[in-house]
């Protein structure tokens, strides 16, 4: 079963100009975390943000939950083409693994 | 340096045939997990397992096995039971929740491309 719904699927900005992606979910959660995969790669964590926590910054990376409307959002400031990637939502319920969305496709052109 | 390797990161299975893809840690991450990726989706959980000698089936499990020996591995196999067995196959590992370590994130090895010839 897939919690999180990214939005949009994808994403072409030009570097320089901020990204953001929206995740929504459907049930309570303990947390919410943010991963990253380059095209053919394994994914990499950025960022978590627990239920009790509103907003989290991470470098150029901004991560805001609104759990009374079950979703979040990452803000990626001042894009480069390195962050040319997809990203996943995944969340935490109880004591169960990670369950993912299909991701946002993020195309930064330089 | 601490990781999680994956191998081989290509694999290529006939029809019938059963296939195992490697996953080792030494992360000394007491959870590991299984994780299927088609095509433009998320992620879907295949196998998890939180403490050596005991897994549990996740979403998909049907036509898939696995073992946990030891806690730095956690082999995955392909049986000829699955009969889609074409994906991109991810393994990680993390503290699991029920330490009381729940805020932490998972970490991936970089994959195992498995494709049925």
């Known amino acids: 079963s897939q919690q999180g719904e990214e939005d949009p699927q994808a994403l072409s900005i030009q570097e320089g100009e901020n990204a953001t992606m929206n995740c929504s979910y459907k049930?309570?959660?303990?947390?919410l975390q943010w991963y990253r995969q380059n095209s053919g790669r394994g994914l990499v964590h950025l960022i978590l943000i627990r239920s009790n926590e509103r907003e989290k910054h991470s470098g150029r990376l901004r991560v805001t939950l609104d759990t009374s409307k079950k979703s979040s959002s990452l803000l990626i400031t001042a894009s480069r083409a390195a962050d040319t990637a997809s990203y996943f939502c995944a969340t935490v319920s109880g004591n169960t693994p990670l369950v993912f969305g299909k991701g946002t496709r993020l195309s930064v052109i330089a | 340096d601490g990781g999680i390797t994956q191998s081989p990161k290509y694999l290529f299975r006939k029809e019938g045939q059963n296939v195992t893809l490697s996953c080792e840690q030494n992360l000394n991450h007491d959870a590991m997990y299984w994780y299927r990726q088609d095509p433009g989706q998320g992620l879907r959980l295949i196998y998890y397992s939180q403490i050596v000698n005991d897994f549990q089936k996740g979403d998909i499990a049907e036509g898939y096995s696995v073992s946990r020996e030891k806690k730095e591995s956690f082999p995955l196999t392909v049986t000829s039971a699955q009969k889609n067995p074409t994906a991109f196959y991810l393994c990680?590992?993390?503290?699991?929740?029920?330490?009381?370590?729940?805020?932490?994130?998972?970490?991936f090895g970089s994959g195992t491309r498995l494709t049925v010839v």
């Open positions: 049930t309570s959660i303990n947390n």
């Open positions: 990680a590992s993390s503290i699991p929740a029920g330490t009381g370590h729940s805020n932490y994130g998972y970490t």
